[in-house]
Structures are given as C-alpha cells and as structure tokens.
C-alpha cells in the first residue's frame, strides 16, 4: 500500500467532504434516548442517521453498501458492508448518539453550532463520536485508493451508546448473520493522552447508573415545626452514601466493588504513568488552589483506571437556591454513577450496592435503589504478533512515532459485548477524546489533525490485517 497516497487520500476526504459533513451533525441535538425519552417524536436522531448514512453511502468505496436497520422500539443501527480481497472479518464501531449539552460552555462557544477554531472543532459529539464514521469510511476509501489490501469489512454506528447500548444486544443478534464472525474489532470510540501518537486501550472500567430515593413524608412540610422530629431526607441519604464510600477519601467500601489488578495491566500502567508523569491529573481545570486526590502518577493512573468510584451526576427533590423556602423537604432523589473496575462482575456489584443502601434504613425512611443501567468492563486479551507490529508501523506512518497503550477510565460496553461473543477476536481500541477534549463536558472539540491521523492509522491496520 502505498504509505504517501494513504495520508493524502485521507486529508483531502477529511478537509473536502468530512468537514462539512460534520459540522452539519453537530447542529442537530440528538442527544441518547437516557436523556431524550421523546427521541423518536423529535426526529433528531432520524435526521443525524440519515446525514451519516447519506455520506457514507456516496463514498467512491468498491463493493460498498450501507442499510439503516431499525427494530420495533429501538434506536436505529447504520451497517455498512465491504467485501473483502482478504480472508476474515473486520468489524469497526462507532456511535452517533450524544450526551445532553451541558451548561458552563464558555463565550463564544454554543453545544449545537460547529466552531472551528483552529485545529479544533468545537460542539457536542464532535469526537465522542460523531467522528467514527467518517474516519472509518475515509480509512476503508485511503486502503483501496491506495492499492491496499482488505478482508470483509463491516462497520456499525449505533444511536444508545450514551445511554448504555440498551438496543445493541438485540441488532448482534438480528443482524448476526450480516455481521459473521469477526478476528479483528476497531473502536473508534476511546481516548488518547497525548497527540503525539497512537494510543491503545488496553481496559475499560464497568458502569452502574443507580438512583437512590430516600422518602420521609408525603408532602413538605415548615422546617421550624418539624426540624428536630422529622429527620432530613438529605441527612439520612448522606449517611446511606457513608455506607459505600469514604466520604474523606473517596474510597468505595463494598468489596465486590473491587478486583485484584493483573500483572500484565500492573506493569504497563507503571510504565505508561513513567512515560505521562504529572499530565495525568494536570489536564483537569481544577478551579485555583485545588489539588488532585493523590499525586504519584501511578496511583493516578491506578484509580482512574483498575479502582471502583462513585460520583454523584444529579439530584431530585431540591429547589434552586433562589427558590429555597423553609420546608422540610418530602424527599431526596441522587443519581449515582459508578465506575467499575475492568473485570468486576457488574450485576453482583449491582446487588451489594443494592442491598447496603437499603437494608435497615435510618428511622424506618422509605428507601428505592433502582439500578436499571449496568454495564460489565472489558480487559483486552493478549494482543497477537502481528497485530502488534501493524499498530506500531500504523502510528509510525501516521504519528511519527511508536504506539502506547493506556488503560481508560470510561465504559463502552459494546467491547465487554463484543468480547463475550468473539472470544478469539483482537482489538484495536483508539479515539480522539484527548487534552481537554471535555466529552460529556462544556467545549467538547474534536481535534482535527489527531482524526486525519487516526484515519491514517487505521487504514494501515486494515491493510496489515489483509496482508497477514
């Protein structure tokens, strides 16, 4: 394959087509169904659907054909289909659901109107991420541009990623004939520390969305009567959290929350943290005079990656200040996000967390703790020898220089899916969700030179792969 024709194919598919494209996707608010019940009534994810499907389907790619599947009551799937010169299967994944916009972003600066400033181009989905497709189809359309070679390709972006894939089990099953047995798995929906190279995620933390109701009365009442008889809702959630975390260090105190760290993911986050250093806590806009929780690289590395976490993400039951009269509130509503270790187990994770938030409740409160979202991590197998060979030549021809790998502290639980299924499958797990890059936060940018590289990258595997 020729090595400079791939990165001009890739550029110009990039700057002439991809762009425009793009920044068309990013002014529709098809935010996940988690955060738009209504999704199929407003019509945004149809909309964002056909755009992508729309573009794919004119790309100048041999053999090419591109299906929008939709099942009764779930979020649609495009597939796209390539035959292949080469035996085998390759499956590449990415998403085009988004997470809701967000306040905080800053002047200038609107989650559904592109912004390009500079190499950067801000709004919402911009690289988590509306732009897998296009680097996917702009790789397939660089390899047989430029003479490479290809097994079967078959590439899925599905629309409930944000939410969880509750729709994606059933399209693996629907849809298990069109998509065949797959040896190799590309993700396009990871991250990368720096721009300077390929990075590879090698884990993916678990998840569970939980929310947490505590309940004391039937309706408000003046908090100078009851204040001293009738306990806080807010005082009894506190203590019920107290029970699965250490409020002073942020530990989390359910055991089956935890896992025993393997050796092989043990040494390379040391060296990974050698290589990252300070940047691993330094990338967050921590606010003036704040310092991160521990400051050794490896224990950063570590906890954002192999230890369990709760955050809480929302909470129901409490006026605005503004609106903050003297009433002893009814009840307390949290949403709790945690994260998982890699191989925890999510559903007995699930029912420990379950079972500490509401046995024996403080005062005999009504307490709920509905867990309808989990999701199991993944941990990558042992990557073959010439897979590693390709993702460094890959990040040499498209970075410069060799690639790393990295564990990640999200969850994308089409991989624990994908893993289950294809147990001899390999995996290339990358993004462009870097430095700053703020998914799911205010000013979320793609960086567009790291996407024309991760193009570049990817074309090169999907060659390597074909001419094993």
């Not at 893993?419 to 430095?435: E, K």
């Not at 700053?436 to 090169?460: C, K, Q, S």
Request: hydrophobic share 45%; net charge negative; glycine share 8%.
């Amino acid at each position: 394959m020729d090595a400079k024709s791939v990165v001009e194919r890739a550029t110009r598919v990039w700057d002439d087509d991809v762009l425009p494209t793009i920044s068309d996707y990013l002014r529709i608010p098809n935010r996940s169904p988690a955060f738009d019940p209504q999704w199929a009534e407003h019509g945004h994810m149809a909309r964002a659907v056909d755009l992508i499907s729309s573009w794919m389907e004119a790309r100048p790619i041999a053999g090419l054909q591109v299906s929008v599947e939709q099942l009764p009551g779930r979020t649609p799937v495009i597939l796209a289909e390539v035959p292949g010169t080469a035996p085998g299967t390759v499956v590449l994944y990415g998403h085009l659901d988004k997470q809701p916009e967000m306040t905080g972003w800053r002047e200038g600066l609107d989650p559904w109107t592109p912004t390009l400033d500079g190499d950067r181009l801000y709004g919402r989905g911009a690289g988590d991420d509306g732009y897998a497709a296009f680097a996917a189809l702009a790789a397939i359309e660089a390899v047989q541009a430029s003479g490479g070679a290809h097994a079967r390709l078959v590439v899925i972006i599905e629309a409930s990623e944000e939410s969880g894939s509750p729709d994606l089990p059933a399209y693996m099953d629907a849809l298990a004939d069109q998509i065949g047995e797959p040896d190799l798995v590309v993700c396009l929906d990871s991250g990368c520390p720096t721009w300077d190279r390929l990075w590879l995620t090698t884990s993916l933390r678990g998840l569970i969305a939980l929310t947490l109701t505590v309940r004391v009365l039937e309706e408000g009442v003046h908090s100078g009567a009851a204040g001293g008889v009738v306990p806080s809702s807010f005082r009894i959630l506190r203590e019920l959290l107290s029970r699965v975390e250490d409020e002073n260090t942020g530990e989390v105190l359910v055991p089956e929350l935890h896992v025993e760290m393997p050796v092989d993911r043990e040494k390379e986050l040391t060296a990974t943290s050698a290589e990252l250093g300070a940047d691993i806590s330094e990338r967050f806009p921590f606010v003036d005079g704040m310092r991160a929780v521990v400051d050794d690289p490896v224990a950063q590395l570590t906890a954002k990656t192999w230890q369990p976490t709760m955050e809480l993400i929302g909470i129901d039951g409490v006026p605005s200040v503004a609106d903050g009269g003297n009433v002893l509130r009814p009840f307390t509503r949290a949403q709790l996000s945690f994260r998982l270790p890699p191989t925890c187990d999510a559903a007995t994770a699930r029912d420990a967390l379950v079972q500490a938030l509401t046995t024996n409740p403080p005062y005999g409160a009504s307490v709920e703790a509905d867990a309808r979202e989990i999701a199991d991590g993944w941990n990558a197998p042992v990557t073959a020898p010439w897979l590693a060979a390709a993702i460094d030549d890959a990040s040499v021809a498209a970075f410069g220089e060799p690639a790393r790998t990295i564990g990640e502290g999200g969850t994308i639980p089409f991989m624990a899916m994908l893993g289950q299924r294809f147990p001899a499958a390999q995996f290339v797990i990358t993004g462009v969700l870097g430095p700053e890059t703020n998914a799911h936060g205010p000013n979320e940018f793609l960086h567009l030179p790291t996407a024309r590289r991760i193009t570049v990258a990817v074309a090169h595997i999907i060659d390597a792969h074909g001419r094993r």
